[in-house]
């Protein structure tokens, strides 16, 4: 009875999990698990005035005492530092299932980082390489994803 419930869940989980591209930015450790709420397809679409939520699992290949989310929006071949706000930008408050830090190598880490889109935002469609950084600007996990900024109804 319990395998089948195991089943399940992996199987639930498997089907939720988003599609996402690694970085170009050299050969950056790649997520084992990326979620963008309500998208099983890209572009996600993201209502301007609303926040995108990112659900990340990632295997942690050394020691770090501070994480820092960091996001970069690739728009007509130009690639943009988005400024992330400080409630997101320290990973280390956003951690799950019992994971804090410092984070240590081997170790499995779960958190969520939400993407608000302000309503000035234009409706367009662009690709988002987001990361995770220690102390020493180390890349922990880096993955991109394209999102389609859509106006609300």
């Given at each position: 009875?319990?395998?089948?419930?195991?089943?399940?869940?992996?199987?639930?989980?498997?089907?939720?999990?988003?599609?996402?591209?690694?970085?170009?930015?050299?050969?950056?450790?790649?997520?084992?698990?990326?979620?963008?709420?309500?998208?099983?397809?890209?572009?996600?679409?993201?209502?301007?005035g609303t926040t995108g939520r990112f659900h990340l699992e990632f295997v942690a290949d050394f020691?770090?005492?501070?994480?820092?989310?960091?996001?970069?929006?690739?728009?007509?071949?130009?690639?943009?530092?988005?400024?992330?706000?400080?409630?997101?930008?320290?990973?280390?408050?956003?951690?799950?299932?019992?994971?804090?830090?410092?984070?240590?190598?081997?170790?499995?880490?779960?958190?969520?980082?939400?993407?608000?889109?302000?309503?000035?935002?234009?409706?367009?469609?662009?690709?988002?390489?987001?990361?995770?950084?220690?102390?020493?600007d180390r890349v922990l996990t880096c993955f991109?994803?394209?999102?389609?900024?859509?106006?609300?109804?």
């Amino acid at each position: 009875m319990y395998r089948l419930l195991i089943i399940a869940l992996t199987f639930a989980n498997a089907l939720a999990e988003t599609p996402v591209s690694r970085c170009k930015c050299g050969d950056s450790p790649f997520p084992t698990y990326v979620q963008i709420e309500g998208c099983d397809i890209q572009p996600c679409p993201i209502i301007k005035g609303t926040t995108g939520r990112f659900h990340l699992e990632f295997v942690a290949d050394f020691d770090a005492k501070n994480l820092t989310t960091n996001v970069v929006a690739k728009i007509f071949g130009m690639s943009v530092a988005y400024p992330v706000p400080d409630d997101q930008k320290y990973t280390c408050q956003h951690l799950l299932h019992g994971s804090y830090c410092p984070i240590y190598k081997g170790e499995d880490v779960s958190y969520v980082f939400e993407l608000f889109i302000g309503t000035f935002y234009p409706e367009i469609s662009l690709s988002v390489e987001v990361s995770v950084t220690d102390e020493k600007d180390r890349v922990l996990t880096c993955f991109s994803a394209a999102i389609s900024v859509k106006k609300g109804e």
